[in-house]
């Protein structure tokens, strides 16, 4: 099994055609002060599993601060069922909403790991105090 894609958006869902519709991505965050929590994050992780992925799994997250120093984990397990007949391999969405601890400024990391093997990181920038506007107005 394998991570396809790992993101943070503003909101994921799965239709009831079964399609993983995904809203505001985005890597990087302003906020106004800190200590800051964003709340509600989502964070989408795209597994592709094959045949012989059939199985429980691990999954599990760990949220890191600039400095490396992890502020939040998280595990659980992941039941895997055999891609359908006539399928190669087997779409596995993870969608979690959760509150992201912001301690500091700077680059944070979410890692993510399937069965204890470290699958994907995700980078969050983070900036603290006034928006600044670019020079010369909007840009498109």
């Known amino acids: 099994m394998h991570v396809s894609f790992a993101l943070f958006a503003d909101a994921a869902n799965i239709s009831q055609e079964g399609k993983l519709n995904i809203l505001g991505v ?3 965050l302003q906020v106004a ?26 999954l599990a997250f760990v949220w890191l601060g600039p ?7 998280s595990s659980g397990e992941l039941e895997v069922g055999a891609p359908p007949p006539g399928a190669a391999e087997l779409d596995v969405p993870v969608i979690a909403a959760i509150d992201l601890p912001i301690q500091e400024a700077g680059t944070h990391v979410m ?9 994907a990181e995700l980078l969050l920038h983070v900036r603290a105090g006034a928006p600044v506007m ?3 107005g909007m840009v498109s």
């Open 111 to 119: 890692r993510v790991a399937l069965d204890g093997d470290l699958c």
């Open 26 to 28: 985005f890597d990087a």
């Open 67 to 73: 400095g490396g120093t992890e502020m939040w984990s």
């Open 33 to 58: 002060q800190l200590p800051a929590v964003h709340p509600r994050a989502t964070m989408v992780v795209r597994l592709k599993a094959l045949p012989d992925d059939a199985g429980r799994h691990t």
């Open 134 to 136: 670019p020079v010369g």
